[in-house]
Every structure is written in C-alpha cells, then in structure tokens.
C-alpha cells in the first residue's frame, strides 16, 4: 500500500527555502545599503582590459551564431540518453537496441538535414 503524503510533510523543505530565499534578499538589501555610492563619469564607463571603449555595444551578430549553438546543445544532450543506455544495454535486450538504432537514426536524419542546408558552412 502506498503512503499518503500530507501537506506536513513538505514543511521542513518550504521552511528552508524560506530561509534560503530570506537570507538572499537581506544579504542584498544590507550590501546595496551599506555600500558605497561614489559615482563618476570614469567609474561608470565601461571596462575592457583597459582598451577604451568604441562604438555601439550593440552591433548585429549573425543569426547562424546562435544556430550552431543550438545545433551543439541539441546534439550533445543526445549523449544524456545514450549513456543510460549503455549502462543497461543488456537488461534492455532487443527492443532497446532497436529503439536506440531509431533514435540514432532520426538524430543522424536531423544532421543530414543541417549539413544539406549548409547550416554548418561559414562564409
């Protein structure tokens, strides 16, 4: 028979991310009132590696930038499912291995797919 969980007994975790969440907010509120406040043109301008600072902040970054880094996230968390797989290969017997080869086979489809639109090609 499964046990019932009351509200009671996630008390102690709302408990500690109150307390979690209050000592963030005081730890804030103390340092931005007790710090200091001395403001300048030269303290606020922008810092570099002591190379002064030109032109806009922001200027227009190719879009195919942000494509190969969601092609890499999409393609490295395929390793968060093949590693499980792996380590159970053989209590998942046939039909794991044919759902792997499916999986693999729609992951190598979708990289066929990029490399034909020549997503990868940097002029």
Known sequence: MEKMHLPSDFLPIF???GLALGFIITTMLVTHSIGPKRNSKLKDEAFECGIPAEGDARTPISVKYFLIAIL????DVEVIFMYPWAVNFKSLGW????EMLLFMGLLLAGFYYVIRKGVLKWE
Do not use: K, R, Y
């Open 95 to 98: 039909a794991g291995f044919v």
């Open 72 to 75: 890499f996230v999409l393609f």
């Open 15 to 17: 408990i500690q991310l």
